[in-house]
């Protein structure tokens, strides 16, 4: 499976091109529409929403513990 390495947005007139590019360089373009950026966004939202104690900082006690992303 490749490792996402960059990622941007472009915006065209009347839809958003999403650029993923892998950790060897390649990239892939993707045209999709406000709504389904919408749609992306509000996935990612409620993905890290639910696991944010999993995935970022916890506080315990006064401490602060961080997992490593990768």
């Known amino acids: 499976m490749r490792q996402l390495a960059k990622f941007s947005i472009t915006v065209r007139e009347e839809d ?38 999993d995935l970022f900082e916890v506080e315990d006690e006064g401490e602060t513990y961080q997992k490593p992303l990768g």
């Open 16 to 53: 958003f091109v999403l650029h993923l590019a892998d950790d060897s360089g390649e990239t892939i373009e993707f045209a999709a529409s406000p709504e389904q950026l919408d749609a992306v966004i509000d996935a990612l939202d409620e993905l890290l929403s639910e696991n944010e104690e």
